[in-house]
């Protein structure tokens, strides 16, 4: 398949072809991509779509790529669409800047995303974080094991500064350090959304702890 040129051939494939990958379960090993792209096409006007796990580490980036772009499409086209599982799929930096895009645009419906475990790296967290300035719909965001480190600890903890949707957050296993961590504790001490995080795992340090510290303090809305 050249890039997503044949969209609409696959599109008409899908509603023929009834063995997709599972909408709301995952995948139990990685699937080929023509039977992701089928399963993102059936999942139009649903509310829950997971790909867990269903795109194979030895995949080629450009596979990938082309399915964040499709991703991205349906979310654009899909208000429905609510809950989004896209756990372990090696999207890499690439991925967020996808992603963080389709968070920017007013008709996203999207309230749960779970992006844990796809390499985001620092530049990845810095783009999620950007998106949190001005999404109003995402209640629940899953970063675990992104690697996002200071930096992009840091862009999460401005966001949260802001950002009043958000309930729930899990920063887990993404080394955001001391510096990471202050600034987390300074965000806390003014965010009053935010009502479940874990930062577990992440390295925050003596001050990075006091810092949290203090700021749960003064936070309310934790639990």
Known sequence: MDGLHSWSQVSKSSKDDTTTAPIRTGCKKPQ???????????????????????????AKNGDAVRIMILLVRMMQVNTSLT??????????????????????????SLT??????????????VLIARALHVNKSLTALDL???????????????????????????LHYNFIGQAG??????????????????????KIGQVGGEALAEALRVNTSLT
């Open 32 to 58: 080929d991509f023509r039977l992701v792209v089928q399963t993102i096409l059936a999942s139009l006007e649903r509310p829950v779509l997971n790909l867990s796990g269903c795109i194979s580490k030895d």
């Open 83 to 108: 809950h989004l599982n896209l756990r372990e799929n090696n999207f890499g930096e690439l991925g967020g800047l996808f992603t963080a895009g389709a968070l920017r645009v007013d008709t996203n």
């Open 112 to 125: 749960d995303l779970n992006f844990a475990v796809n390499q985001l790296g620092a530049r990845g967290g």
């Open 144 to 170: 675990e094991g992104n690697e996002i480190v200071s930096e992009g600890g840091v862009a999460i903890a401005d966001a949260l500064r802001v950002n009043t949707s958000l309930k729930s957050l899990n």
């Open 181 to 202: 961590g202050e600034a987390l504790g300074k965000a806390l001490a003014v965010n009053t959304s935010l009502t479940s995080l874990d930062f577990s795992f992440n």
